[in-house]
């Protein structure tokens, strides 16, 4: 059975509940509300200016919405700030690469894994025992995430001379260092070639199923998302469009309209 049948008929692990976002008069987002299920990969698709980002920004704490409600495993996480989403099992990846350029491979993927520790600067400086073995951990889990995306050749290199698609694997195992329930993916074949993004769609299940995430996954690439998305969500001018399978959303008249345009124009 797969991670996706096995979502069915579980209560929601994420559930957006009617949220707004209005910036300045402007509304970005209008009422919107979906659930995501343990397991699944769930596309967020739409055309340029259709409230993607502004939604995602709101599930990562960058935004604060107009109105409505998040709910983490039942749990608002509209009280949280940005730095402490990861403890709740949040990460994400975003759409322009946002490491730390003059680190190597290794030091960007330890801030990840050391997000859920719970060092203090004075326990650091006096190198306690429980520290060293935290350390010793945390070395472990990042040497583990290079192995699995295939970044062990570049584990001491400075992330800035690196191409595009490799920060984005850079990227990805930060994240993946810390843990999550659920992994948010901004744009993750943004400037990727054509045999990139096959690579990365399988990557992501494998992520999925290997260690048992759930991927909410912003794109553009129709191909990427509709290949191995298990549900998909549609927006056009802030509002939900269409849910469903990916077929069914595919199919949706309004949907085709939202990307091609109706036949008299």
């Known amino acids: ?98 490491l730390f350029p003059n680190l190597t491979v290794m030091d960007n993927v330890r801030v990840g894994a050391h997000s859920k520790t719970s060092s203090d600067i004075i326990s650091d400086s006096l190198r306690l025992a429980w520290v060293r073995r935290s350390e010793t951990e945390v070395n472990k889990k990042v040497q583990e995430i290079l192995a699995y995306l295939k970044l062990e050749d570049v584990a001491h290199t400075v992330v800035s001379g690196l191409p595009f698609g490799t920060q984005k694997r850079v990227e990805l195992a930060r994240a993946l260092a810390a843990d999550p329930k659920i992994l948010l993916l901004d744009e993750p074949a943004g400037g990727l070639n054509h045999e990139e993004v096959y690579v990365l769609g399988d990557l992501i299940r494998r992520i999925r199923d290997d260690r048992h995430m759930t991927v909410l996954l912003v794109e553009h690439h129709m191909g990427l998302v509709m290949s191995i998305a298990d549900h998909v969500v549609a927006l056009n001018f802030g509002k939900k469009l269409a849910e469903g399978t990916p077929a069914q959303v595919q199919a949706d008249p309004d949907v085709i309209k939202a990307y091609l345009g109706s036949k008299d124009q």
Do not use: W
């Open 1 to 98: 059975m797969t991670q996706a049948q096995l979502a069915q008929g579980t209560s929601p692990l994420l559930a957006v509940r009617d949220v707004s976002v209005v910036f300045g008069g402007i509304i970005a987002l209008n009422g919107v509300s979906f659930d995501m299920r343990k397991g699944q990969i769930l596309g967020l698709i739409g055309p340029n200016g259709a409230g993607k980002t502004t939604l995602f920004n709101c599930l990562s704490r960058l935004y604060q919405p107009s109105s409505g409600d998040i709910l983490m495993e039942g749990v608002s996480i509209l009280s949280r700030p940005p730095h402490r989403i990861a403890e709740i099992g949040i990460g994400r990846t975003f759409q322009n690469v946002a």
